[in-house]
């Protein structure tokens, strides 16, 4: 290729300032050293890096240089591109251990299989000069679950019973969508509250990020069933209930003063899994399903498929859906 990166923004993006033209990448190995200004080739499309991302990690933004927001010159459609990078940690959720590993090629194969299914982020698998696994994916305009939970400024009890029914078919539909993935022997991997967005214009519940895998063999989709228990306990909490805030209301009319260590969840051992001591008008079978999340429970749920079971059998029980049948969408 004998055009420079300044050759070809000057021919798609004349406006593009000639002092940040960086160079043309065919090779993304080193992806440290792609930045904004650089125009990467792949499968016969130049895309412009604009900025490297980031996510949240406890309030703090964490970058992923791996990942690349960029614009496809040819269209000037915005793209986010994965790079291929590999780690691999360790995780322990009470007495199940496992090792986490990230798996560009495993995320290729999940893009493959719910290719046109927009309950997922959608995307495509190149591969650059030097077999790299490069994935081109759709952006999502749209914002993460727990901050439109936060957004919402009313109480719980409003909440719960005006607004929580409608988010519940939508995790129901969620957790479906896991279920699909589980059906066809993958694992999703990384399930946080941040990984499962609210679109914007459709209001659609779409999950991302699909490039961690771990090895259980005992139940490999253990980790996805906590993560999934994880969003269920912010989900019928309306937010995180947190060992602090219970103690900061032990002088209020509460029965928080009550609340044990085996009330409080297995992954987090700060969160409150038992939310029916928080708030007692959650109906018991739901609360029952929060509590199969805590430090108390000794029996776990043993796949997707059962806890979904389980979250229809709620659904149905809540006293605004048995008063307003046929208002919420099929789950």
Not at 269 to 288: S, T, V
């Amino acid at each position: 290729m004998d055009k420079s990166a300044l050759d070809i923004l000057t021919q798609y993006l004349p406006s593009f300032p000639r002092k940040h033209a960086g160079k043309i990448i065919t090779d993304t190995t080193e992806f440290m050293s792609i930045d904004y200004g650089d125009v990467m080739f792949l499968d016969n499309k130049h895309y412009l890096v604009t900025k490297n991302l980031s996510e949240r990690r406890f309030g703090l933004e964490d970058p992923k240089y791996w990942v690349k927001r960029c614009r496809e010159l040819e269209t000037g459609n915005q793209q986010i591109i994965k790079l291929e990078f590999y780690e691999k940690f360790d995780v322990t959720i009470g007495s199940i251990q496992s090792s986490c590993y990230r798996s560009p090629r495993k995320e290729s194969r999940i893009l493959q299989l719910i290719n046109n299914d927009m309950r997922f982020m959608q995307g495509r698998t190149v591969l650059d000069t030097k077999g790299n696994c490069v994935r081109i994916l759709d952006i999502i305009y749209g914002t993460e679950l727990d901050v439109v939970l936060d957004r919402l400024q009313i109480s719980h009890e409003e909440y719960f019973h005006t607004v929580f029914p409608d988010f519940f078919a939508k995790y129901i539909g969620a957790v479906k969508a896991i279920e699909h993935l589980h059906t066809n022997q993958e694992q999703h991997g990384d399930i946080r509250r941040d990984h499962l967005l609210v679109e914007s214009e459709t209001k659609s519940w779409r999950w991302i990020d699909f490039d961690y895998t771990f090895g259980l063999r005992e139940n490999p989709y253990a980790l996805d069933i906590f993560g999934l228990g994880s969003i269920l306990l912010l989900l019928v909490g309306q937010r995180e209930i947190t060992a602090q805030q219970l103690a900061a209301a032990n002088s209020q009319a509460t029965t928080s003063d009550n609340i044990k260590k085996e009330d409080m969840a297995l992954a987090m051992p700060y969160r409150l899994a038992n939310i029916q001591k928080k708030y007692p008008y959650i109906p018991d079978a739901l609360n029952n399903v929060c509590m199969h999340f805590s430090a108390k429970n000794s029996v776990f749920y043993s796949s997707v498929t059962e806890f979904v079971t389980a979250l229809l059998t709620c659904f149905h029980k809540l006293p605004v859906f048995t008063a307003a049948r046929g208002r919420y969408p099929e789950v």
